[in-house]
């Protein structure tokens, strides 16, 4: 049935929910096999969806390797609270049949004492390789990588390579099985090759000799977005993570790298609107919680503000002799604080993307020295035709002196847009020189530093112009 066009559009997950609660309610038993065919990730958008207390059911409903895969795409929070809840022996079956790095991620995201518990209730293999996985930092390539990869010895034949690579597809999933790795007897990388080039390689042959050995790696400690831009720049599906011997430590998926970019993208976003990154998604995020994230950046922004409030008021003389000039304050800080935006956009963007580099600062001055002066001298422009126009149309009388104030407004737009575009250029490499995150050059705190000198601009340039006319 084709829906109506002012009819929202229904997720999968709100169409399947009502049959899963009736199989739950009605017969349990059956829910695995009716939903064998759905992908585990809208298995989750239905337990997120339903009555939390009913979601333990309809994760035992199912088979423990198809429940942990649900399990790995649930929100941080139900999937805590889920886990949380169980005894530490149900908690540990299903952690345990989670994904190397999605288990570790589980466990960091839990209660300290709780994730220990369960921890010492999974099977000896799995808790060790899970306790490797939880020594790295969660934003490095450690904390991204998991140890289910495929590797080869480099002493093993095409043949004999592919009678491994079958064996392990059949003994179970493998998050890396479209890249092969090639070993030596010390674990050390040797080359890599995916696995349409191992089908096609000759038989006999030894996979050394066929693998290629230029080899793009990272170490377990370099930051997220050096993975994020290792895999951009080299158009990779995998990244092979390495020990400072250059022995393979674990792999970080394409899929996993997404979510970096994804996270990093929305903290950017976060921290450039005025606030402090949310660690949750935003209907998750407690009441208070949030309040807390907002207050901090509104404060300061609050009392930057008070210096523009003030420097109007050290200029009050001047505005009560020349009402008029009050009429384009909002006009001159406003086009310096857009033109600073625009400015910290830009280069904040280049810097997330590694297109700038601290050494680069001069010649971002130099490049935006010259476009705020353009950019300024044409905004000025048009703000002192707009006084001549009105003049000539008789929209507002300014009076015989309304030339002088022309002149005043367009210099005074000029010298705002020129330091706005300067101010938002340089802040992000001032921000990221004393270790700050350039992204907390926020377009609302660049508005707020320019209006300050705005204000002060203004009134300075009135001050030195218009004496002796309107002033």
């Given at each position: 049935m084709?829906?109506?066009?002012?009819?929202?559009?229904?997720?999968?997950?709100?169409?399947?929910?009502p049959?899963?609660?009736?199989?739950?309610?009605?017969?349990?038993?059956?829910?695995?096999?009716?939903?064998?065919?759905?992908?585990?990730?809208?298995?989750?958008?239905?337990?997120?969806?339903?009555?939390?207390?009913?979601?333990?059911?309809?994760?035992?409903?199912?088979?423990?390797?198809?429940?942990?895969?649900?399990?790995?795409y649930?929100?941080?929070?139900?999937?805590?609270?889920?886990?949380?809840?169980?005894?530490?022996?149900q908690?540990?079956?299903?952690?345990?049949?989670?994904?190397?790095?999605?288990?570790?991620?589980?466990?960091?995201?839990?209660?300290?004492?709780?994730?220990?518990?369960?921890?010492?209730a999974?099977?000896?293999?799995?808790?060790?390789?899970?306790?490797?996985?939880?020594?790295?930092?969660?934003?490095?390539?450690?904390?991204?990588?998991?140890?289910?990869?495929?590797?080869?010895?480099?002493?093993?034949?095409?043949?004999?390579?592919?009678?491994?690579?079958?064996?392990?597809?059949?003994?179970?999933?493998?998050?890396?099985?479209?890249?092969?790795?090639?070993?030596?007897?010390?674990?050390?990388?040797?080359?890599?090759?995916?696995?349409r080039?191992?089908?096609?390689?000759?038989?006999?042959?030894?996979?050394?000799?066929?693998?290629?050995?230029?080899?793009?790696?990272?170490?377990?400690?370099a930051?997220?977005?050096?993975?994020?831009?290792?895999?951009s720049?080299?158009?990779l599906?995998?990244?092979?993570?390495?020990?400072?011997?250059?022995?393979?430590?674990g792999?970080?998926?394409v899929?996993?790298?997404?979510?970096?970019?994804?996270e990093?993208?929305?903290?950017?976003?976060?921290?450039?609107?005025?606030?402090?990154?949310?660690?949750?998604?935003?209907?998750?995020?407690?009441?208070?919680?949030?309040?807390?994230?907002?207050?901090?950046?509104?404060?300061?922004l609050?009392?930057?503000?008070m210096?523009?409030a003030?420097?109007?008021?050290?200029?009050?003389?001047?505005?009560?002799?020349?009402?008029?000039?009050?009429?384009?304050?909002?006009?001159?800080?406003?086009?310096?604080?857009?033109?600073?935006?625009?400015?910290?956009?830009?280069?904040?963007?280049?810097?997330?993307?590694?297109?700038?580099?601290?050494r680069?600062w001069?010649?971002?001055?130099?490049?935006?020295?010259?476009?705020?002066?353009?950019?300024?001298?044409?905004?000025?422009?048009?703000?002192?035709?707009r006084?001549?126009?009105?003049?000539w149309?008789?929209?507002?009388?300014?009076?015989?002196?309304?030339?002088?104030?022309?002149?005043?407004?367009?210099?005074?737009?000029?010298?705002?847009?020129?330091?706005?575009?300067?101010?938002?250029?340089?802040?992000?490499?001032?921000?990221?020189?004393?270790?700050?995150?350039?992204?907390?050059?926020?377009?609302?705190?660049?508005?707020?530093?320019?209006d300050?000198?705005?204000?002060?601009?203004?009134?300075?340039?009135?001050?030195?112009?218009?004496?002796?006319?309107?002033?």
């Amino acid at each position: 049935m084709q829906q109506a066009p002012d009819e929202p559009e229904r997720s999968l997950a709100a169409l399947l929910a009502p049959d899963i609660l009736d199989l739950l309610e009605t017969d349990p038993r059956s829910i695995a096999a009716e939903t064998e065919e759905l992908h585990a990730a809208d298995l989750a958008d239905v337990a997120e969806l339903i009555d939390r207390a009913l979601v333990p059911q309809l994760l035992a409903a199912l088979p423990a390797p198809r429940a942990a895969a649900v399990l790995e795409y649930l929100g941080e929070e139900l999937r805590t609270e889920l886990l949380e809840t169980m005894a530490p022996e149900q908690a540990a079956a299903l952690i345990a049949a989670m994904t190397p790095d999605e288990r570790a991620d589980a466990l960091e995201e839990m209660d300290e004492d709780v994730a220990d518990e369960i921890l010492e209730a999974i099977p000896e293999r799995e808790r060790a390789e899970t306790e490797r996985l939880l020594q790295y930092e969660a934003d490095t390539a450690g904390g991204l990588m998991t140890t289910e990869f495929v590797s080869v010895p480099e002493s093993q034949t095409v043949d004999e390579a592919l009678a491994t690579v079958r064996a392990i597809a059949r003994a179970g999933r493998r998050e890396a099985m479209q890249t092969i790795y090639v070993v030596d007897a010390q674990g050390v990388l040797t080359g890599v090759m995916s696995l349409r080039e191992l089908l096609a390689a000759p038989e006999g042959t030894r996979v050394a000799d066929n693998a290629w050995t230029e080899i793009v790696t990272v170490p377990a400690d370099a930051h997220r977005e050096t993975v994020v831009q290792l895999t951009s720049n080299y158009d990779l599906v995998a990244v092979p993570v390495v020990d400072a011997d250059r022995r393979l430590l674990g792999v970080i998926t394409v899929d996993d790298v997404i979510d970096v970019i994804q996270e990093e993208q929305t903290e950017d976003v976060q921290k450039f609107g005025g606030l402090e990154a949310l660690e949750e998604p935003y209907l998750q995020v407690g009441f208070v919680e949030l309040l807390k994230k907002r207050v901090p950046w509104l404060i300061v922004l609050f009392v930057g503000q008070m210096f523009t409030a003030a420097a109007m008021g050290f200029f009050e003389d001047s505005i009560s002799a020349a009402t008029v000039l009050a009429l384009f304050v909002p006009l001159i800080i406003s086009s310096g604080g857009n033109s600073g935006s625009q400015a910290t956009s830009l280069i904040i963007r280049a810097m997330a993307l590694q297109e700038l580099r601290a050494r680069d600062w001069t010649r971002v001055l130099l490049r935006e020295a010259g476009m705020g002066l353009v950019l300024g001298a044409l905004l000025g422009i048009v703000g002192a035709l707009r006084i001549v126009v009105w003049q000539w149309a008789g929209f507002y009388p300014f009076g015989e002196h309304y030339g002088v104030l022309a002149t005043t407004i367009g210099a005074t737009v000029l010298g705002v847009v020129l330091f706005g575009t300067l101010t938002g250029a340089m802040l992000p490499f001032v921000l990221r020189k004393v270790g700050f995150d350039p992204a907390s050059a926020s377009a609302p705190l660049v508005a707020t530093l320019v209006d300050v000198t705005g204000v002060v601009l203004y009134f300075s340039m009135a001050l030195l112009l218009l004496r002796g006319t309107l002033l």
